[in-house]
T-cell receptor, first 116, second 115 residues
Framework: GEEVAQTPKHLVRGEGQKAKLYCAPIKGHSYVFWYQQVLKNEFKFLISFQNENVFDETGMPKERFSAKCLPNSPCSLEIQATKLEDSAVYFC??????????????FGDGTRLSIL | DQQVKQNSPSLSVQEGRISILNCDYTNSMFDYFLWYKKYPAEGPTFLISISSIKDKNEDGRFTVFLNKSAKHLSLHIVPSQPGDSAVYFCAASPHGSSNTGKLIFGQGTTLQVKP
């Protein structure tokens, strides 16, 4: 597609439940990025993929968070045993390259995760 | 450690006038910088970028200036329009071996353009 598609738009989970978010990157884009935005503050980088391979996972919490980008499927971000502090908007972005100023990241509209 | 800072949380300007949004950074090894605009309940939309080897880039009403010695960049919007009212984020991309593509964002500045 011509835009990054994130589903669902809003996800509500009780504390301790699992949450799974999906992202379909722009067709032809090799790189996928996940960011977390808490309380309208700055975006915190979580993880990036080059096609189906993890490229940089330095921002991912060591426990409970995992992500995948499998061929012919939307990318996913999964949070096990959710905590109240996981409440945030999770943005996915995609780009054709990772280091070209003329090929910026394009963002989806985000998934708002609410943990009750 | 806040590597990219937008010290003005908000800015209000009159329609037709110039809007100047500022951004400071601490890491001299950033490769390039970007500005994104964000409306409520939407994702950030790319506006304009600048390589660290340049000091100015212009695209229509938007111009970004980079002052490397001061570690400062600014976004100029002229003339400002009510539809420009949004939150503006400055972002930076690390250089070299640190360049995995991740962007480091500032806290954002809310711009209000009054008719």
């Amino acid at each position: 597609g011509e835009e990054v598609a994130q589903t669902p738009k809003h996800l509500v989970r009780g504390e301790g439940q699992k949450a799974k978010l999906y992202c379909a990157p722009i067709k032809g884009h090799s790189y996928v990025f996940w960011y977390q935005q808490v309380l309208k503050n700055e975006f915190k980088f979580l993880i990036s993929f080059q096609n189906e391979n993890v490229f940089d996972e330095t921002g991912m919490p060591k426990e409970r968070f995992s992500a995948k980008c499998l061929p012919n499927s939307p990318c996913s971000l999964e949070i096990q045993a959710t905590k109240l502090e996981d409440s945030a908007v999770y943005f996915c972005a995609s780009s054709q390259s990772r280091d070209r100023v003329d090929q910026p990241q394009h963002f989806g509209d985000g998934t708002r995760l609410s943990i009750l | 450690d806040q590597q990219v800072k937008q010290n003005s949380p908000s800015l209000s300007v009159q329609e037709g006038r110039i809007s100047i949004l500022n951004c400071d950074y601490t890491n001299s090894m950033f490769d390039y910088f970007l500005w994104y605009k964000k409306y409520p309940a939407e994702g950030p939309t790319f506006l304009i970028s600048i390589s660290s080897i340049k000091d100015k880039n212009e695209d229509g009403r938007f111009t970004v200036f980079l002052n490397k010695s001061a570690k400062h960049l600014s976004l100029h919007i002229v003339p400002s329009q009510p539809g420009d009212s949004a939150v503006y984020f400055c972002a930076a991309s690390p250089h070299g071996s640190s360049n995995t593509g991740k962007l480091i964002f500032g806290q954002g500045t809310t711009l209000q353009v009054k008719p």
